[in-house]
């Protein structure tokens, strides 16, 4: 299943990224997924639960953003999205575009983690002064 080796090398980069905060607890783990990447996300949250059970990331969040598929018109100079990811034509001019820009993403995005005095910390850098 392809999903469950991609939940396996997101285990493995987090896992080495939490590495390096002692007694952190990994909270939630944001990916970037483009439409053709052609993950089918129900099954990657399964084998996602499946992979963290019983290691240190067990119970952690994932969310999954996903990405349109964006491509590059020589024709018009521009980048633009388009509706399917069966066409890649340019919505502005309908010329075919093989130009790929955005779409076959998967990525970790930002990994949100808890030091063990229970201080949230986001990697955005974000920070409650309250
Ligand atoms: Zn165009």
């Given at each position: 299943m392809h999903e469950l080796s991609i939940a396996a090398s997101i285990v493995e980069a987090v896992t080495e990224t939490a590495?390096?905060?002692?007694?952190a607890r990994v909270i939630a783990v944001r990916l970037r997924v483009g439409a053709?990447?052609?993950?089918?996300e129900d099954s990657l949250q399964f084998c996602w639960s499946v992979t963290t059970?019983?290691?240190?990331?067990?119970g952690a969040a994932l969310a999954v953003r996903k990405m349109p598929v964006v491509i590059h018109c020589a024709a018009c100079g521009v980048d633009a999205e388009v509706g399917g990811v069966q066409s890649f034509r340019c919505?502005?001019?309908g010329q075919p575009a093989a130009?790929?820009?955005?779409?076959?993403e998967l990525e970790i995005e930002s990994i949100e983690i808890e030091e063990p005095e229970g201080e949230a910390l986001v990697a955005s850098g974000e920070k409650d002064r309250r």
């Open positions: 590495a390096a905060y002692a007694g053709l990447a052609a993950v089918v059970e019983g290691t240190p990331l067990a919505p502005l001019c130009d790929l820009r955005q779409g076959r």
